[in-house]
Structures are given as C-alpha cells and as structure tokens.
C-alpha cells in the first residue's frame, strides 16, 4: 500500500465511519428501545406478548416494501438530501411512540416508523461503496455495524434508568417509559440537521481531502465500478431474478430474524431473572459488549485472510450452537453465557456477509439489490419477535422460537458456503 492511499483512506476512515456508526447507533436505538418500554408499556396500554411481539414486528413490514424504492431515490436526489429526510422522520415518528394509547395505535407508529427510516442502512451501505475500495469493505462494514450491539450496550442501561428516573415519572402527566421515547427521538433530529452541511456526493467533492488525494480515490473507484460493470452488468430488473441476491437475501432472513426477535425480548427476558429495570439495563447490555467486539474481530479476520464465505458460516454455526443451548438452559447465568455466544456468532457473521453484498453489483443495480437484500432480511426482523411473543404466551417460555431461530442460523451457514466467489479480489476457501 502506498503512502498517498494510506493518508487517503486514513482521511476518509475519520470523516465518515464515526460518523455513520453515531448515525446508525441512533437509528438502531430508536428501533429496539421498545424492547425497555414494554417493562412498562405493555401493562399501561394494555398488550398481550403476542400484540407486543406483532407490534414490535410491523416495523420491519412497511421498511421491507420501501426499501428499494427508498434506496433507488437516494440514487437519484442524493445521500445527504435523502439520508437527512431519513433521520428527521423516524425521530419525530419515534418520539410520537410516547403517545400510543393501545394495541392499535402501536401497530400504527409501528408501521409509520418502518416507513420512515426504510432505506438508512441500505442507503448508508451503497454510500459507503462510492467511497471506499473493495479492500476494504469488511472492515468498514464491521465498523458500521458495531453500532447495533453499542446502541444496547450504551442505550440498554440508558433506557433501564430513565424507565425508573423518579425526577421524569409523572412529569407533564406522562410516565417513565413515555419520557424514554422523546428523549431518545432526539438526538435523530439534530443528525439529520447535521448531515444537511456535513455530507459529500463523491470523492471529487471531498473539499477536506488534497487534489492529489481526490483524484487517486476517484480514479481507483471509477477503475473498481467499470470492472464491476464488465463482470457483474445486470439491469436493475434483473435483481430480483439474481439466484445471487436471493441466496444473501435468505441468509440476511436468518440473522435478522435472530438479532430483532432476541433483541426484543431480551430486556423482558432478563427482567425475568428477578432483576430492577435498572439492573435490567445494565445486564441487557452484556451480550451487546460481546457482540461489538466480535464484529471487530471478525471483520479485520476477513479482509485479513481476504475470505468470506467461513467468516461467515462459522459465526452463524455458532449462533445456532447457542440458541439450542439458552432455549434449553435453566439457570439465568447458563442462560445469559449462552445469549452472549449468541451475540458473538451473528453479530460476528455480519461484516463478511455485507462486504459480499457490497462487492456484487455496481451503479443502481447495486443500490436495488443492497436494498433488496435487506428488505428481505428485515422481515425476519418482523418474523421473530412475533414468533418469540407467539410462543411465549402459547407455552409461557421461548424454547421453541429459539431453536427455529437456530434452524435458521444453519441454513444461513450452508448457503454462505454454497456461494460461489462473489468478487476476484478475495480468495474462497
């Protein structure tokens, strides 16, 4: 590597990975604090495990439908436009979570909420690849993603105290778990303000990068993009009958379908361990500090070793291998080591199975499928935590839901070793 890619993508690196990470940090926090406000919130309005799990679920419904269309605009007005329309939306959507009154009008923000924020993550994604060489594409996806498991390392004790912050219950007549939803809406708005000044379309735009620097980054992603072209040139049509898409789209199934049911359920889970709301908050927040540090490993082990299938099926054998184990595990210790090395296997899965996906396709059909791909994916978002509240007042525990989810993991495993070599760059075992 030479020194002027080096400085580059050093500058680069600062510029928007801290950046995105504080962004999705926020989205996913906004996304899963439900799981702390049904401590509370189910009682105050009334919901039964199923309508919690359905509600928490409908989400995922309206962001799989506007998924691509949300992504194919991002194409065509621009990242910084979209992106910050993106984050102002689902905070004022998610502060109006406050307000829900029952199980109808919670279905309802529920489904408002997937709406507004469909299109972020995918959105993100395609950016990302607009800026950064495939070399370096699973560092800087498992970068992003740590942002997922640090919302609930540092939200999950956040929201535990605010759930039980005397200074806020009762305040302007609303209670702990209302304050909860506007105070963390919040910081959204003022991201999406934020990006308004502080994005760039494209290297050549890049004012805080030297001329020298603009013009080597342009040129090695123009080079990338036209070899991706002859190689990969399908219409954006054609991404839906791609056995390639579908075969990542089954896979991100599966791990979404794992991180939102448990993700969920985990607060009430671990609150059922005879532990406080705060307590709750901080023990919630363990398997997440798992789950960051493994998406790091894995990450650099996978541009390390320039492979990605086994860097992906051997985090979700292990997922699986968990999820038996906390559906059958008694004690709550036993039972928090295994969700841990559930956290640890399909966090870690994560960064390898986007750089695939971000190393496919170019141009708007790159858009189309990232979008597809975790459109698909994000039913399995909207698939387990119904499956898991289901479950739980069917036959009053998790088991069942937890070895379906583990079911899941292995398919993801055997379709990740099945792909064939999605890029020339990387070698497959």
């Known amino acids: 590597m030479n020194s002027l890619e080096q400085v580059t993508m050093r500058k680069v690196f600062r510029r928007l990975v801290p950046f995105f990470i504080l962004c999705y940090f926020i ?12 401590l509370q919130m189910n009682e105050a309005i009334g919901l039964t495990a199923a309508q919690y799990g359905l509600g928490s679920g409908l989400f995922f419904l309206l962001y799989f439908l506007f998924e691509v269309p949300s992504n194919l605009l991002l194409v065509r007005v621009g990242a910084r436009l979209w992106l910050a329309r993106i984050m102002i939306t689902w905070g004022l959507i998610s502060g109006a979570t406050a307000f829900v009154t029952g199980p109808h009008t919670f279905y309802a923000v529920r489904l408002l909420l997937g709406l507004a924020e469909a299109g972020l993550f995918p959105g993100v994604a395609y950016f990302l690849t607009l800026w950064f060489p495939s070399a370096y594409r699973a560092r800087v996806m498992g970068y992003l993603l740590v942002a997922a498991p640090l919302s609930s390392v540092i939200g999950s004790p956040i929201s535990g105290m605010l759930l039980s912050l005397h200074g806020l219950e009762g305040l302007a007549g609303l209670q702990g778990w209302q304050w909860m939803f506007i105070v963390e809406a919040l910081p959204a708005l003022v991201l999406g303000l934020v990006t308004l000044q502080y994005l760039k379309g494209a290297p050549h735009d890049a004012s805080w990068l030297q001329a020298q620097e603009r013009g080597w980054l342009s040129a090695r992603m123009t080079t990338e993009a036209s070899e991706r072209r002859e190689e990969h040139s399908i219409a954006v049509a054609q991404v839906f009958s791609d056995k390639r898409v579908w075969m990542l789209a089954a896979m991100a199934f599966g791990f979404f379908l794992t991180i939102y049911g448990v993700g969920f359920f985990l607060p009430q889970i671990v609150k059922s361990f005879g532990l406080s709301n705060e307590q709750t908050g901080f023990v919630t927040a363990i398997p997440y500090v798992i789950g960051s540090a493994s998406l790091v490993f894995w990450a650099r082990r996978s541009d390390r070793t320039r492979e990605r299938r086994w860097n992906i099926a051997i985090p979700a054998l292990i997922a699986a291998v968990a999820l038996v184990g906390a559906g059958l595990a008694e004690g709550s210790v036993l039972k928090l080591v295994f969700f841990c090395l559930v956290a640890f296997g399909v966090f870690g899965a994560l960064p390898a199975f986007w750089a695939i996906n971000t190393d496919l396709l170019s141009g708007p059909a790159a858009a189309a499928s990232i979008a597809w791909i975790g459109a698909v994916g994000n039913l399995g978002g909207f698939a387990g935590p119904y499956l898991l509240g289901v479950t739980k007042d069917q036959t009053g525990g998790y088991t ?10 292995c398919i993801a495993a055997i379709i990740a070793l099945s792909m064939n070599r999605p890029n020339p760059l990387y070698r497959q075992a």
């Open 400 to 409: 069942a839901a937890l070895m379906l989810m583990a079911v899941a993991g």
């Open 27 to 38: 989205s996913f926090l906004d996304r899963v604090n439900v799981g702390f406000a049904s």
